[in-house]
């Protein structure tokens, strides 16, 4: 497959670079009612990580929770997709985690989002296969069709995606995106479906076979604009050169990682690491992400780490990825979520999280927006590798 990448990226026709503008939020979503305060200290605030982490790296995992979860981390970034002729527009997760696109169904029980309808677009082709992806909640069970995606403008023909008729949790319900729109490898996707970004590639619609996040120091509360790039890079978001790391195994954006460190003590050597835009944090075994946030003073409560006031962030050690020989340093202001709620002082808490149960073979870490903030990344599916330069916040 990699191969058929490469002879496609290379007889792309020339287009310009397609910039997707990305909406950026965070907040505790509650409804215990309980103080701000108290929510962060219940340990219970990445129990939305978890389901999603189960999903894609683990959908065995038994550590997820299967209680109703009230209090969590709301955290994503999401943009504009549109289906069918006339177009119906939907907000998704930009997802290189997964690669399978959803959006509820007109026939979703229990869904608030927009909904899908086929009978209103004349582009719609029946395909009817059965969809499902198992969640810790629940389970995204649905049907497949084929219709135009309009992506960036872009109008992909024929692409097949899942409608919904189910979906599981609270995350769900209130989360601002529809659906996810994923951009992961074919190796990973439910039913063998080519991935919409893959499916582009295939129809000569953009001019490069890669593209790029950048993801704003400000997304929130300032809600600075974050942005997909499509079809290369965009200069005015990093700063430098790019450094990049091939990929060491196919399906997930995985890359061999030399080494992890906090301050001048390394926690882990010569282990792989997945560059998932769909995850909020740095998720690490739960052993590695104890020792970690046992540097930093906040207080242990799981698989987080909260902190009874927020600390002095220059006085917190440096963490240090390793890839291909270059140290990637994230400072403790980069690694430190500050959650700022109206009425209330703001809270911090550890954007290092403990995966729920067991990784993968040779899976170390999950690569999130915690480390996409600081770090350009662009995905380059053409040459099968992953590019890291320093992010322009300026």
């Known amino acids: 497959m990699r191969t058929l990448c490469t002879l496609l990226c290379a007889a792309l026709a020339s287009a310009e670079l397609v910039k997707i503008p990305l909406q950026g939020e965070m907040k505790i979503e509650s409804r215990s009612n309980k103080p701000l305060k108290e929510v962060m200290l219940s340990g219970k605030v990445f129990a939305g990580e978890a389901l999603k982490l189960g999903l894609k790296y683990a959908p065995s995992v038994t550590a997820v929770p299967k209680v109703p979860i009230t209090d969590f981390m709301n955290a994503q970034y999401y943009g504009p997709v549109s289906i069918g002729t006339p177009e119906q527009e939907f907000k998704v997760i930009y997802d290189t985690g997964s690669s399978n696109l959803w959006v509820p169904g007109a026939n ?5 989002h927009k909904k899908y309808n086929s009978s209103a677009s004349s582009s719609y082709v029946y395909n009817g296969t059965a969809f499902s992806i198992l969640y810790g909640s629940g389970a995204v069970r649905g049907v497949c069709d084929e219709d135009t995606v309009t992506f960036g403008g872009i109008k992909v023909q024929k692409q097949v995606f899942a409608e919904t008729t189910a979906e ?25 479906i080519t991935p919409v970004f893959f499916s582009m590639m295939q129809q000569k619609l953009v001019d490069a076979g890669q593209f790029s996040f950048y993801l704003s120091a400000q997304a929130w509360p300032h809600k600075k604009t974050s942005e997909l790039a499509l079809g290369g890079v965009n200069t005015d978001h990093y700063t430098g050169s790019f450094s990049y790391v091939p990929i060491s195994k196919d399906g997930y954006w995985q890359i061999h990682t030399d080494s992890l460190a906090i301050g001048n003590e390394t ?13 909020s944090l740095l998720a690490f075994p739960l052993a590695t992400a104890v020792k970690i946030n046992s540097k930093l003073g906040c207080i242990d409560a799981g698989i987080e780490c909260v902190f009874e006031a ?10 240090t990825v390793t890839l291909a020989g270059k140290p990637y340093v994230l400072t403790g202001e980069d690694y430190i979520l500050q959650v700022q709620e ?15 149960g067991e990784l993968p073979e040779n899976l170390g870490a999950i690569l999130g927006d915690v480390f996409m903030r600081k770090f350009y990344t662009t995905f380059d599916a053409a040459n099968n590798r992953v590019g890291f330069a320093l992010a322009n916040h300026n």
Do not use: Y
């Open 168 to 192: 599981p949790g609270l995350p769900w319900v209130v989360g601002r995106f529809d659906g996810i729109l994923g951009m992961g490898w074919v190796e990973i996707s439910v039913n063998g």
């Open 267 to 279: 926690v882990h050597s010569h282990f792989d690491s997945v560059v998932d835009s769909g995850t």
């Open 108 to 112: 979703c029980s229990g869904c608030v």
């Open 310 to 319: 927020c600390p002095d962030f220059a006085k917190l050690p440096n963490m």
């Open 342 to 356: 109206p009425g209330a002082p703001t809270q911090c808490i550890s954007g290092i999280m403990g995966f729920p």
